[in-house]
């Protein structure tokens, strides 16, 4: 049961803090507490756990001006922040997750500044048929965290200059541009900022859980975050690619391939789930391709069936 609400704001707009400070208060939560954390990037680029940086973002671009490239710990989609936008993130214990409370908390707050909200799809909250919100979600064994974006004042000539569209996703949500797709909340209330979006969030959470927030301003270390081996995750230039969008997103297999054995791979996706890429590069590391389908045939792995389909293709 839930007895304390802790609001914990960043003092940082550096997205390699603001992303070790979020996995931090995942190791802290305990199972009488609720943490709403608020924090914000300067101009980053931040992709999934899974996803390939090279193919979701052009980081050349993004390095020359000034831009950072970030990954988070859970699955989904790439999503660009600058100091436009407001980022959230429940961080609790499993028993105490419930997604549809910490939404409500979200359209409850923009209720409250007059935008009338709706969730959408896996991921999405939607103002007038448009995409003001992404959200994502990671879980361990006891704890868990659901994180979103909120536009507040976006640039969304940057959404479009640093981010590689996938078009049959974009096709799939019947719209022609990642811009005809976002909405900023300014354009359905000019005078809200960033600032009274963050308490009007601590007022919806307070009243949601009936409890007072006890608020603390927090900065962390980097951590692993800006690190090149977590930033550029197995990513292989040359070889051979596969790649396939199903329900509940697209996979990528790169493979390097000697011999007729796998000398190694990289699978890439934006599904939420975060496990199964890892997973089944450790079965196909090292063995021939046929080996490999025999393996993920007989395990458990999430989507295995899926990344076999894939793994025909180079035989």
């Known amino acids: 049961m839930l007895k304390k609400l802790h609001i914990a704001i960043s003092s940082s707009t550096d997205p390699y803090c603001n992303l070790n400070g979020e996995e931090q208060l995942l190791h802290r939560c305990d199972s009488e507490t609720m943490i709403l954390y608020l924090w914000q990037n300067a101009n980053t680029v931040v992709i999934g756990r ?38 959230f993130t429940f961080v609790t214990w499993r028993l105490n997750y419930d997604l549809k409370r910490q939404m409500h908390v979200i359209q409850q ?18 103002v007038q048929g448009r995409k003001c919100s992404g959200n994502a979600f990671y879980l361990t064994q006891e704890a868990s965290y659901h994180h979103g974006t909120l536009m507040v004042n976006v640039d969304a000539d940057k959404v479009m200059r640093y981010l590689k ?9 019947g719209v022609k541009s990642i811009r005809s797709r976002i909405i900023n909340l300014q354009e359905v209330c000019p005078s809200l ?48 690619q596969v790649s396939e ?29 975060v496990d199964f890429c890892a997973e089944a590069e450790r079965m196909i ?29 180079l035989l």
């Not at 973002?57 to 600058?82: F, I, K, M, N, P």
């Not at 707050?109 to 939607?126: F, H, Q, T, V």
């Not at 329900?247 to 599904?271: C, K, L, Q, W």
């Open 165 to 173: 569209p996938d078009d049959e996703k974009l096709q799939a949500n």
């Open 245 to 273: 969008r199903y329900p509940f997103g697209r996979i990528t297999i790169n493979a390097d391939m000697r011999e007729g054995y796998i000398h190694n791979v990289g699978i890439f996706s934006d599904a939420m789930e």
């Open 50 to 87: 899974n996803q390939s940086a090279y193919r979701e973002c052009r980081t050349e671009l993004l390095a020359e001006e000034g831009g950072h490239l970030a990954r988070r710990l859970s699955g989904g989609g790439a999503v660009y922040h600058d100091l436009g936008n407001l980022n």
């Open 193 to 240: 900022s960033v600032d009274e979006l963050k308490a009007a969030l601590i007022e919806a959470a307070e009243k949601e859980y009936g409890l007072k927030a006890e608020i603390e301003t927090i900065h962390s270390e980097r951590g692993r975050y800006a690190d090149a081996d977590w930033l550029y995750r197995n990513e292989i230039e040359h070889g051979y």
């Open 109 to 126: 707050a923009l209720a409250d500044k007059g935008i009338e909200a709706a969730a959408s799809g896996r991921n999405d909250i939607l």
């Open 285 to 313: 590391q090292g063995n021939s391709v046929q080996r490999a389908i025999e393996l993920l045939n007989a395990s458990s792995a999430e989507h295995a069936q899926e990344i076999v389909s894939l793994l025909k293709c």
